[in-house]
């Protein structure tokens, strides 16, 4: 067979042959009666196995599935070996070889596999399948060939996430994967990224801009759970002759429930901790004279925290020594958008509790600013109401502004990502 060699020794599954002796008596002739003893296996055609890419074929794009079929019998395992044998692959933990362990999907019949991931660039691979014909007898496929290398410049890789692996982290936390260039095939590339949760629940991949793909489940993690995200970048084609060339994976955990609340005209902040109400927190939010100053209404997600921060306004568009600038050092501050909104220590404000005279952020006297600062988690949910200013779905981490019908509309599968199921579609060339 062309493109693998089968091997010389095949083992047969244990057919019993037993031949009865039938004890004389008077109704018989006395003769003793025996079964056939033909062989089923006599009769039954090899298995005939095909496996592309075919023996000896050099430099095949990565992208390109690995593909068994059988005929005469059923396929019962296929094993993927990977050897790099360029610098494609990098160096570090994007090298721990039960990353790369190759998975695929057998048909009904048994007679069809196909390889779930692609290939790494720059690789040696061994393909060993192994097949039985209708007696049960085992025979084994080879093929080798070779991957196409990455081009320097034209590797995708993993710039930054959030979260990192050994966070804990709130229920309203998004999965947030930056790359180092744009893509542009974003299907392939969102069904290489797998969450897995204990939990079953829906999600989805949505890409906020050409290197930053957000993942947000349907509604809020259930908490105290692990998740696990495998991103199997290796041989994906990011856009023209741009390939991943590293597999990664990020562990973290759910942990407790947090959701704070506020309406912003009551001048307080509720906290609930697994459903049930923990405490309440005096605060003065916006003046709203302009919209710079007013605290936007919306689901916002805590995100990066600091002891110490110089409230600076000339970072979000007002200069020093006009109308409306500041220049303020303060404690305890975790952001909640990208616009300048924390929740911070402001132990100078006297109305905390009474009136709204913030330039936008929560105040809060300094000893409930410890607290929330030290008992609170990135991913924990602010959910504001009461004011004319809507927080904006891109800002920050607002993702929960959309609604799942907008978020799911936003991914480029179209189907949701059941934490349980696996990704949605391929990660192949459209073409292969």
């Not at 091997?7 to 018989?28: D, P, W």
């Not at 974003?186 to 930053?212: P, R």
Request: charged share 20%; glycine share 10%; hydrophobic share 35%.
């Amino acid at each position: 067979m062309t493109g693998m060699t089968q091997s010389a020794v095949t083992r047969r599954f244990g057919i019993g042959l037993v031949a009865l002796a039938l004890v004389a008596t008077a109704c018989t002739s006395g003769d003793a009666e025996t079964q056939s003893n033909a062989d089923p296996a006599a009769d039954a055609e090899p298995v005939q196995v095909s496996i592309t890419p075919e023996e000896g074929t050099e430099e095949v794009a990565p992208n390109t599935p690995i593909r068994v079929s059988a005929e005469q019998g059923t396929i019962t395992d296929v094993q993927v070996d990977q050897v790099v044998v360029s610098e494609a692959a990098g160096e570090g933990e994007g090298d721990d070889a039960e990353l790369y362990a190759m998975t695929g999907t057998l048909d009904d019949e048994g007679t069809a596999w196909v390889s779930d991931w692609n290939l790494r660039p720059g690789s040696e691979v061994v393909v060993t399948a192994t097949a039985e014909n209708e007696a049960g007898e085992e025979s084994e496929f080879t093929t080798e060939f070779t991957t196409l290398d990455a081009t320097p410049g034209q590797r995708l890789e993993l710039a930054s996430n959030f979260p990192s692996s050994g966070d804990t982290v709130g229920v309203g936390m998004p999965v947030v994967i930056n790359f180092d260039m744009p893509v542009s095939n974003k299907s392939q590339v969102e069904n290489s990224m797998n969450v897995v949760a204990e939990q079953e629940l829906a999600g989805a991949w949505n890409w906020v801009t050409d290197q930053m793909a957000v993942f947000r489940p349907e509604e809020y993690w259930e908490p105290h759970q692990s998740v696990t995200v495998d991103l199997n970048l290796a041989g994906v084609e990011a856009s023209e002759g741009v390939y991943g060339v590293r597999n990664y994976q990020i562990d973290f955990e759910i942990g407790r429930e947090l959701v704070a609340t506020m309406h912003v005209p009551d001048h307080e902040m509720v906290i609930e901790i697994d459903g049930e109400h923990d405490r309440t927190l005096e605060v003065s939010n916006g003046k709203g004279s302009r919209r710079f100053d007013t605290t936007t209404s919306g689901t916002h997600v805590l995100m990066e925290r600091y002891e110490h921060i110089t409230m600076d306004s000339s970072t979000v568009g007002i200069p020093e020594g006009t109308p409306g600038s500041y220049m303020v050092d303060v404690q305890y501050a975790v952001r909640t958008s990208n616009s300048g909104e924390f929740v911070h220590e402001m132990s100078a404000n006297s109305n905390i509790g009474s009136a709204n005279t913030s330039n936008g952020c929560t105040n809060l006297r300094m000893d409930d600013a410890q607290w929330f600062f030290e008992n609170t988690l990135m991913g924990d949910i602010l959910d504001t109401t009461g004011t004319d200013r809507e927080f904006e779905w891109d800002n920050g981490w607002g993702y929960w502004q959309k609604s799942w019908d907008d978020w799911l509309d936003g991914s480029e599968t179209d189907d949701p990502q059941m934490t349980t199921d696996g990704t949605p579609g391929s990660v192949h060339g459209e073409d292969l």
